[in-house]
């Protein structure tokens, strides 16, 4: 700051002390705004605003929570675990060698019938528990360009360590991802009739048309020391593998569904519904679960109560606590504004101490 | 002082010379009539300037501690302060000095010191190569500016970097980059530092390019400059020291310089020092008698000037100069300061001494020294406890991974979303379980960097700029009279206003006008009171080559003293008038200046001087008819009832502090000597002969007393007729003295008493320290506010007293207690004295009355008169802690006649006991040292300059400003800063546990499901507009009110708005509300098929939602612009999260287009905003219904307007509210 600037300054924003500048005036010109006097609107709670503040959410939030529960109730959904049944009884001290090992029979046929009537379309999920999909290393462990186009395709540097062949070589689809892609595969049949499962459309469009190169095609995918899981076929562009496409958005919870399939027709309710499984996938080296499920779906998604309990729970709560105010209201209502509440007032001495 | 190695110069002493005048001029001074004579022939004037007034005055603190014994001086009644000697040389163009007055008087005490050759620098008149070529004095060239195109970069950089917050984002930022480390993409993780970089950046460079703009202009400026025997027009940045610069009148001084020769042939030139100090009246400055008649065109000026090294004191300069074989000693009177103006004079030759950034208004740029808020340095407290927070997060996420990858050991390879080893069969990633911790931990404070909240620096930085804004916009703290708005001169305290508890206050200028109006006179023992006559006065005139000639200021004229005056000599009683008249109208240093008005024959005559108690005195004289016309160096002219008479003023003692009194000889036209003197009552009375007029003494010290009683300032005048001897004698010690080279400023005080001696009483004056408008309200509201207001002032007892009643800061209700001591260890009895005695009182009334309700019913307020003799014993030893207690009990705490460094001595004793705030306010120079004490200091912009202003933090023009600026600013800006602060550390709390819950869900691994984009736009988009909004523009209570109940201002001193325990309140919500958004959504969501995307989307929507209703929960004050960006950044988050959601190159490509589809997406959104903030409704509610706060009740009374009038709490509000009330 130089002296110039010290003498001006105390004209604020207006420069020059000139004598002829001294003649305007400084005055601030008035305006609400600088004069911190805006039309304001300034809500206190009162008991009134208050009470019927939580009495508004509780009429919200109870018949949202039983309009969800009612939902979630007329869901009908199977869930059925297979990854201990599938094995057979003489690897079941070494789950591990059954799943590893390439001569020993996958198949395993499971039985199951219908509670209710399930109205189409039926999705088709699998189940993993304890799969850690939103573990760092392994989100990480991807390439988006590579999955974009072609020309990306050499963009592995992210892929690690399943980024090459063991002759370096790049890997199409790499990353740990893609590599672990899972790989069970269900029949369903009703009364020996084949149930059709529609794999199409199970991925999202926007990930076909945007994320998944239709000139991408996988190259020497799962060809390494160490197989993963799933093989896909070299001849099919990669946005049409809408199981990697499922596969790949991955969960974020170590509990996590992913679709399967869809059946489109309706499944009657006792009806016996026979699955072939294809138990290929390994979950038995951490101790993961692997589940079946058939749900049909309404305006909540799935099968899910707790959202409606919530919902129940919170306005209740809201309800309650509204009577609660309005007694306490009655019981001991403090008049508003009152100076005579003041602490100067009430404690003549205040100011002193 | 002295140097301890002979000086190189011989001594200048030169009696013979000296000696040869004197007789001729005292022959010529019995023998003159009124006639203008005037001689030139070679009678050597001697300067007046070599008093000891080249001091360290108070701009440099450290130095002036040796004049803790000098008293206040403009608050002593007296003239200017320097000692003026007068020569004898000529009587008719003798110099007369008007000398700087201020900071000269502080080191009086400080005599005369050589310069030794190590502490000097020698520069060659006329000869810049030779000056320059042993020193490397600085070039008069000026940069304000801080950076050059080059170093702009680098050097900006690294000052921004002096700040710890921004070297924490850097360290983060670093840490980011690391392969292994890499949580967030690199870019992204640079964005905040680079963008508060960059910003800080912009506006550096853009005040640096204003500064480089001003500082080419100031450069480029031209001066006249000696080359070549010739003044040739130079550019300001060419000039060097030791060049001979011509300025001419209305020019401004490119650098100081010491005054050579100026058109005026008694070299003395008029200069203006607005720019410098703020004092718009003219100074006179001199050259030197033996330069003056030079002429550097003709002949060869040279000459050696040995001055001191470069300093800040701008009222001090000392130096010796050589010139014809003769030693001149200079003082501040000799030199011209850059920055000055030249003003009624045709024209000034000097040479350049100091230059550039050398120069003293350079030197004293460097600002206020910049201070830390108070809440801030609470805030710290806070920052560690959150720190604390960061670690312990990072630790309970490192202990369970190590606890993961421990369990999983063998696992490692075969987990397929872990895979250890590569396709090569090496380990990739992996290094060993030790530093795959320390990686964790490190990754953790990257992820949960923000728990720190480095964006609250610089929302606050933007707050306070718009509370600034607000305040200097304020019309309520305008001033009319100076024209000056409120300046915050210091941005980094503004909250500080808001907790206030002690205000330590200057009197003169601040509580005061320093607007003198005579009022009162006593002439010869008879008390003239204006009082008796109501009439306006009709401002008395002269007629002057046919013009009216009329004073600028008019004065209540008493209509018999009128007539007595009127009557002149003829009575004994007239010629006591006379005598009086004469005395006020001549023994002052006030200098006529004669202006035009509208009207073609009216001139207006107005005195200016440096002493607002002479201007009132002259101005008084005036009225009675002693005009001071004309004053010229050597004589004055005073038009006495319309009768033009000249005298001759043959000597003049300039005020000090030390005598108190200030003289003047006066060669009378008819022919007489006589000696005037006027000071201060208790000086005065010892030099007057008591033998005479007893009666009168008698009746002129009960006028005194009255006088005083009243708060009026009271000097006493009397005078001496001289004998041609008794004046001879006085002349020969006079020249004597005043050629002395060592210890001057003492052998002219002893001349002066010498001289001032068996005086003749004539009478005595009583100013009126005029209140200034709403003084007396304003204290009355800080009381109310539990402000403790202590006024510190140099004046004497009597005076404070009485200025304290009047200002209602002592009331009749108060027991005061008086310590006026001149020993320590009475001090101390004393002190012991009062503690017992206000202890008894405190009990004894303590017994409250419940049925006043209100202030008045506290115990027996007790206040404290202590004097600057008292406090010298006190401060700095021992006794300190048991004045501090006794103040600490007092309502009111006065103290007189205290020195600077007193001022700021009190201020330190209760800052350094107490964790309260103090404010100082002050005005004066003096008042410098205990505003940049305390915690806030305020300037206030008036008549004294502006030393005070510079030194402060804020400015503004009166007193009761302080109110508005304390009551309402301070309260508002205090409880806005306090809730900014409390709601970012929330803010951001929330978001780091959100993140901590999920990285427990994800195998420890420091997964964030929200993008990384969202997490760095968090602070800075989706949140950051609310808070700084609702930080600069809610405001909790409308000004009518907080000024109506001045006690919520205790708001603040309690620290309502922002303490531990809010803080801790905040943190469980913080826990709560984190838990709830992200608890709802994961119950809801587990076990199904939902992505990472689509649920880290509506983690991200439900936290800005969340945060920013928590906000508008709180919010008091809604206006169009808080519902603007709070409602704005929720949809702002939405926009930016679709945004990043449309980018296929990222992971979340499209997930909220998919997840808002869907009901459970909006009902996890609903639920969770609305679990998250119930508990902190009602707590909030409850809180505020049943235990409410005095500002809860104040705001639903504004708002439901039952506001009961509660009686005598009651004050008149209107003077502080100001006239342009709207």
Redesign the interface.
Known sequence: ???????S????PQLG?SDSS?RI??????SRF???E????????T?GW?IA?FIA?GIV?IP?GLA?LFASQRVVEIVHRYDEECVPPIFSGDQLAFIQSSITNKTCTKNFTVPKQMKGPVYV?Y?LDN?????????KS?S??QL?SKAGELDISTC???????NNSPIVPCG?IA??LFNDTYGFSVKNKVLNVSKKNIA?K??QE??FGSDVYPKNFQS???I??GKLNASIPLSEQEDLIVWM???????????YGKIETDLEANDEITVVIQNNY?TY??GGRKRLVLSTTS????K?D??GI??LT?GG??IF?AIG?LLLYVI?P?P????A?????RN??G??N | MASERPLLIPSPRVPNTQDLFTVPVLLDLFKSNSGRRVSFSGMETKNPAENSSSVEGTLNSSSSRRSILSTHSKASGGGGNSIREVTFADLGSKPVRHGSRGADSEGLSASQKEISDEDARLIYINDPVKTNEKFEFAGNSVRTSKYSFITFFPKNIFEQFHRVAYIYFLVIAVLNQLPQLAVFGRGVSVLPLAFVLSVTAIKDAYEDYRRHRSDRIENNRLASVLVNNQFQPKKWKDIRVGEIIKIHAGETLPCDMVLLSTSDPTGVAYVQTVNLDGESNLKTRYAKQETLFKMPEKEKVTGLIKCEKPNRNIYGFHANMEVDGKRLSLGPSNIILRGCELKNTEWGIGVAVYAGRETKAMLNNSGAPSKRSRLETHMNIEIIILSLFLITLCTIVSACALAWLLRHKNELNYLPYYRKKDSAGEDYNYYNVGLEILFTFLMSVIVFQIMIPISLYISMELVRVGQAYFMIRDTKMYDEASNSRFQCRSLNINEDLGQIKYVFSDKTGTLTENKMEFQRVSIWGVDYSGAKSQIEPVGYSVQVEGKVIKPKMNVKTDPELLQLSERRNDTKEGRHVYDFFLALAACNTIVPLVTDTSDPTEKMIDYQGESPDEQALVYAAAAYGFMLIERTSGYIVIDIQGERQRFNVLGLHEFDSDRKRMSVILGCPDKSVKVFVKGADTSMFGVIDKSLNMNILRATESHLHDYSSLGLRTLVVGMRQLSASEFERWHSSFEEASTAVIGRAALLRKVASAVENNLCILGASAIEDKLQQGVPEAIESLRIAGVKVWVLTGDKQETAISIGYSSKLLTSKMTQIVINNNSKESCRKSLEDAIVMSKKLMTVNGVTDNTGGSSEASPTPVALIIDGTSLVYILDSELEEQLFQLASKCSVVLCCRVAPLQKAGIVALVKNRTADMTLAIGDGANDVSMIQMADVGIGISGQEGRQAVMASDFAMGQFRFLVHLLLVHGHWNYQRMGYMILYNFYRNAVMVFLLFWFVLCTAFTLTTAISEWSSMLYSIIYTSLPTIVVGILDKDLSRRTLLKYPQLYGAGQRHECYNAKLFWLTMVDTLWQSAAIFFIPLLAYWGSSIDISSLGDLWILAVVILVNLHLAIDVIRWTWTTHAVIWGSIIATFICVTVIDALPSLIGYWAIFDVAKTATFWLCLLASVIVGLIPRFVVKYLYQYYSPCDVQIAREAEKFGNLREVGDVQIEMSAILGPQRR
């Open positions: 700051m130089s002296s110039r600037g010290a003498a300054s105390s004209g604020g002390t001294k005036s400084k005055k601030p010109k008035y600088t004069q911190q805006l039309p304001a609107c300034k809500p206190i709670l008991p208050v503040t959410v939030f949202i969800s999920y189940q799969f850690y999909q939103n573990h760092r290393r392994y989100v991807r988006d360009k974009r690690k360590p399943e980024a090459t062949t063991g740990l590599w672990s999202w926007s990930d945007h994320k390494g020391g160490l993963g899981g958005r991955t969960a974020a919870l170590p509990t996590f569904r992913k679709l390994n080296s951490f305006w909540i998604g799935g899910n707790f959202l919530a919902y919170v709560f809201c606590l105010f001991k403090r508003l504004g009152d100076p509440f003041l602490s100067w007032n003549p001495s100011i002193m």
